[in-house]
C-alpha cells in the first residue's frame, strides 16, 4: 500500500500560481509513473500531467506552456507548478501512482478554485 498526500491547493486569481505537492509513504524511486489527474464539477476526471520514471513527460493540451510536473525522488514527491492559473483550472486535483509493479494509487485531492 502507498499512501498519497496532496497538497498545496487554494484560492487564487485568474492570471497567478500554485504549487501542488504530493508527498507517498514509500519510495517513489522505482515508481513507473506520478501523474496529476484533475475533476471539475459535473465533469469527469482528466489527466493534467504525468512523469515517467524515465522522465517522460506529457501534458494536457489545455496545460501545455503554463504548468510543469517533476518529481524529487530523495523526498518521495512529485509537484504540480501551475502558472497562468485560468478560472476553468478549477478543480479537485489528484496525485496518482504507478508502482513498480504497476499498482495504482491516489491521493485525496487538493482544491485549486480560480477566480476571474
Known amino acids: 500500500q502507498v499512501q498519497l498526500v496532496e497538497s498545496g491547493g487554494g484560492l487564487v486569481q485568474a492570471g497567478g500560481s500554485l504549487r501542488l505537492s504530493c508527498a507517498a509513504s514509500?519510495?517513489?524511486?522505482?515508481?513507473?509513473?506520478m501523474a496529476w489527474y484533475r475533476q471539475a464539477p459535473g465533469k469527469q476526471r482528466e489527466l493534467v500531467a504525468s512523469l515517467s520514471r524515465g522522465g517522460t513527460s506529457n501534458y494536457a493540451d489545455s496545460v501545455k506552456g503554463r504548468f510543469t510536473i517533476t518529481r524529487d525522488n530523495a523526498k518521495n514527491t512529485v509537484y504540480l507548478r501551475m502558472n497562468s492559473l485560468k478560472p476553468e483550472d478549477t478543480a479537485v486535483y489528484y496525485c496518482?501512482?504507478?508502482?513498480?509493479?504497476?499498482?495504482?494509487?491516489w491521493g485525496q485531492g487538493t482544491q485549486v478554485t480560480v477566480s476571474s
Open positions: 496518482n501512482c504507478l508502482t513498480a509493479d504497476w499498482s495504482s494509487y
Open positions: 514509500k519510495s517513489t524511486f522505482n515508481f513507473n509513473n
